[in-house]
């Protein structure tokens, strides 16, 4: 195993403490914590947005603490859940007064963490609600999840909440664009090979020098088919039709992402892109925003995942808002 690190068992905090380095105009780390929040924290009036999990996925979630997105983020251990006095340190941290809204992915231990945060919050005075973002449909249930799992669609989630949120809106307001905004995102992904774990030292599947996986998840979840490699066009095909078949996009406008996983040059993520755009004009759908690049990231496997979202005029405005994430500029 080679890895730029200094002790496996403290890659979240060093990271933690070097994302709080690299951008100290606008994040700091709350302190003896895995927590990253806004320098501003908490601003007065204003519902906090609070979403996180198990590191390893940089960007996300830290990336995307800013305004105009999330207050905070909160980092667990590699792949693991952060535990709920972690979230509910953010929680408390981010309450201006008008209540905090959690984005979480749907992954059982990020759900069960996050409501039990969500409860001792309350228990303490501070309105909360949540979204449970559940994208990916190449899995409708596993070893980590009941119903589909959450993967990079979360991203755009977090900038939806994060803009209704810097408009001045109510958590009720937050509420219902959230609910929207994750009825229309749908995801999928593909790996070329695993991802190695800090703390194991070895690849967490195996997949032979000929071969992908379609459906994988962002922790080396199985997916649900491995077979021989494909072109890129091959790929964006099968990773299109699959989010094309599970929601009606025709005659939409959508914001397109095409993701990487880690460990894919941006030439080949373009290379995806334009047969994913071709495949969209083809059937009448037309691209508002592309977004191109590593937003949520699974260690450094390589592959990637194609996402997209059916805007209305909200949903279009809510993208173009401003925000100061530095992983978002």
Do not use: W
Request: glycine content about 10%.
């Amino acid at each position: 195993m080679k890895k730029i690190i200094n002790n496996a068992n403290e890659v979240v905090q060093e990271m933690v403490e070097g994302i709080a380095a690299a951008y100290p105009d606008a994040v700091k780390q709350l302190p003896e914590t895995s927590v990253i929040v806004r320098n501003d924290v908490p601003v007065k009036g204003k519902v906090g947005i609070v979403s996180g999990g198990g590191s390893g996925h940089e960007p996300a979630h830290a990336g995307y603490v800013g305004k105009g997105m999330l207050d905070a983020a909160v980092s667990g251990e590699v792949f693991t859940s952060p535990t709920p006095d972690q979230v509910l340190e953010a929680i408390k941290a981010v309450d201006g007064g008008n209540g905090v809204f959690l984005v979480i992915k749907n992954y059982t231990g990020d759900v069960i963490n996050f409501e039990m945060a969500a409860e001792l919050a309350e228990a303490e005075g501070i309105d909360v609600e949540q979204v449970v973002v559940n994208d990916d449909v190449a899995v409708e249930d596993s070893s980590f999840t009941t119903g589909r799992r959450g993967i990079v669609g979360t991203v755009l989630i977090h900038k939806i909440v994060g803009s209704m949120a810097e408009k001045g809106a109510t958590l009720k307001e937050i509420k219902a664009v959230a609910d929207k905004a994750v009825a229309n995102v749908r995801s999928i992904g593909m790996a070329l090979t695993s991802c190695i774990v800090p703390e194991a030292g070895k690849p967490s599947f195996e997949l032979g020098e000929n071969e992908m996986e379609i459906g994988i998840g962002i922790h080396g979840e199985p997916g649900i088919e491995r077979e021989s490699l494909k072109s890129s066009n091959e790929i964006a095909e099968r990773l299109a039709e699959k989010v094309l078949r599970d929601l009606d996009y025709s005659g939409s406008e959508v914001a397109v992402m095409i993701n990487g996983l880690g460990a894919t040059p941006e030439m080949e993520l373009f290379i995806v892109n334009k047969k994913v755009q071709q495949i969209l004009k083809d059937k009448d759908i037309h691209v508002y925003r592309t977004y191109i690049g590593e937003f949520m990231t699974s260690l450094e496997m390589a592959g990637c995942s194609v996402t997209l979202m059916k805007l209305d005029d909200e949903l279009k405005a809510l993208l173009d808002a401003d925000t100061a994430a530095p992983a978002f500029r």
